[in-house]
């Protein structure tokens, strides 16, 4: 088992009139950990994740797994992904047990009886009765669809588990069980996993490290319980305050709307300085005397700072205009 290192990874789509959908992310998501990655919508999240398998187009820095970039890697993927949508993510004319046979590497279990075991038990692993190998996804429902994918991505018995909002399409009274299963999983074979969520609620229940993404950056990251109990950058703030439940509840209202107040980021033209700044609560916005954010990207110092947050001021008292201090 190996870390999992995005280095300075970006990701631009489209020509000169694209955008950078990633922008020199470094995060690393130790060996056996879970990293979660928040942010709102149309930050960067998938276009990260998808760049660790090799389904977005990296255009600057690698993508490494124990030292080694990932496209260089042999042929048995190391990485595999759980995608959001249970319902596009296995063929309706094959066999629950064709999908999951499919996804073992050729040459590993030579022998149809071999690969017959090898689907059983991976429908076991997902607390799925085996019984259900000959049946079609039209008769699942989408919780077991999600198991069926899980076990799918088992199948190619990865180092690293990449999950995208895995639960967020499925009905709530079904999310947590497959919350449950996945950490399970997770920690009985020692996986990585990179797991991406709207809900506050579902990365402080899996996570051992919290990643917070903003406009192709992360912003802050550190240990779970710290950045989501003492936040560092007014970023991370605004999304916990916006999210209330989610310290309480694991199935809070995850919401998609973050920010509701607040201008949604283009893309297309960050912001120069700090990317937050237009937003920012404890910026230039309301103290003149913070010109330092228009100007200087925070980012470089992030290192240094206390969660490695990517704000000049995270050091201090970081109080709100709103007086709505997260803490
Ligand atoms: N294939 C693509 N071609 C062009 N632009 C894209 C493509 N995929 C994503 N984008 C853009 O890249 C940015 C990041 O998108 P991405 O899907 O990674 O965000 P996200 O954080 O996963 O959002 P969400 O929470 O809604 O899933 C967005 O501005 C999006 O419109
Ligand atoms: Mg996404």
């Given at each position: 088992?190996?870390?999992?290192?995005?280095?300075?990874?970006?990701?631009?789509?489209?020509?000169r009139?694209?955008?950078?959908?990633?922008?020199?992310?470094?995060?690393?998501?130790?060996?056996?950990?879970?990293?979660?990655?928040?942010?709102?919508?149309?930050?960067?999240?998938?276009?990260?994740?998808?760049?660790?398998?090799?389904?977005?187009?990296?255009?600057?820095?690698?993508?490494?797994?124990?030292?080694?970039?990932?496209?260089?890697?042999?042929?048995?993927p190391p990485?595999?992904?759980?995608?959001q949508?249970?319902y596009?993510?296995?063929?309706?004319?094959?066999?629950?047990?064709?999908s999951i046979t499919e996804?073992i590497?050729?040459?590993?279990?030579?022998?149809?009886?071999?690969?017959?075991?090898?689907?059983?038990?991976l429908?076991?692993?997902?607390?799925?009765?085996?019984?259900?190998?000959?049946?079609?996804?039209?008769?699942?429902?989408?919780?077991?669809?999600?198991?069926?994918?899980?076990?799918?991505?088992?199948?190619?018995?990865?180092?690293?588990?990449?999950?995208?909002?895995?639960?967020?399409?499925?009905?709530?009274?079904?999310?947590?069980?497959?919350?449950?299963?996945v950490?399970?999983?997770?920690?009985?074979?020692?996986?990585?996993?990179?797991?991406?969520?709207h809900n506050?609620?579902?990365?402080?229940?899996?996570?051992?490290?919290?990643?917070?993404?903003?406009?192709g950056?992360?912003?802050?990251?550190?240990?779970?319980?710290?950045?989501?109990?003492?936040p560092?950058?007014?970023?991370t703030?605004?999304?916990?305050?916006a999210?209330?439940?989610?310290?309480?509840?694991?199935?809070?209202?995850?919401?998609?709307?973050?920010i509701?107040?607040?201008?949604?980021?283009?893309?297309?033209?960050?912001?120069?300085?700090?990317?937050?700044?237009?937003?920012?609560?404890?910026?230039?916005?309301?103290?003149?005397?913070?010109?330092?954010?228009?100007?200087?990207?925070?980012?470089?110092?992030?290192?240094?700072?206390?969660?490695?947050?990517?704000?000049?001021?995270?050091?201090?008292?970081?109080?709100?205009?709103?007086g709505?201090?997260?803490?």
């Amino acid at each position: 088992m190996s870390d999992l290192v995005f280095d300075a990874v970006s990701v631009r789509y489209g020509g000169r009139r694209g955008l950078t959908a990633v922008d020199g992310v470094k995060l690393t998501v130790p060996s056996g950990q879970v990293v979660g990655l928040v942010g709102e919508s149309g930050s960067g999240k998938s276009t990260l994740a998808r760049a660790a398998v090799g389904l977005s187009p990296v255009s600057a820095g690698r993508v490494l797994l124990g030292g080694v970039d990932v496209r260089e890697l042999p042929r048995r993927p190391p990485l595999q992904m759980v995608f959001q949508d249970p319902y596009s993510s296995l063929d309706p004319r094959m066999s629950i047990g064709e999908s999951i046979t499919e996804a073992i590497p050729r040459g590993v279990l030579p022998g149809r009886a071999a690969r017959r075991d090898e689907v059983a038990r991976l429908l076991e692993l997902v607390n799925l009765d085996p019984e259900r190998a000959d049946h079609l996804p039209g008769r699942l429902s989408g919780g077991q669809r999600q198991r069926v994918a899980l076990a799918r991505a088992l199948a190619g018995r990865p180092e690293v588990l990449i999950a995208d909002e895995i639960t967020s399409a499925l009905d709530v009274s079904v999310q947590g069980a497959v919350l449950n299963l996945v950490r399970s999983v997770q920690r009985r074979l020692g996986l990585s996993m990179l797991f991406i969520s709207h809900n506050l609620a579902v990365i402080r229940y899996l996570s051992d490290i919290v990643a917070v993404m903003y406009l192709g950056r992360i912003v802050e990251v550190g240990p779970a319980e710290q950045v989501l109990t003492d936040p560092r950058h007014p970023y991370t703030r605004d999304l916990l305050a916006a999210a209330p439940s989610a310290t309480t509840s694991l199935l809070g209202t995850g919401s998609d709307d973050v920010i509701a107040d607040a201008e949604p980021a283009d893309p297309h033209h960050p912001p120069g300085g700090c990317r937050y700044h237009p937003r920012c609560p404890v910026g230039p916005l309301v103290r003149a005397d913070r010109d330092l954010c228009l100007r200087v990207d925070p980012a470089e110092g992030a290192a240094q700072r206390r969660h490695s947050a990517a704000c000049h001021f995270s050091d201090n008292e970081l109080t709100t205009s709103r007086g709505a201090s997260a803490s």
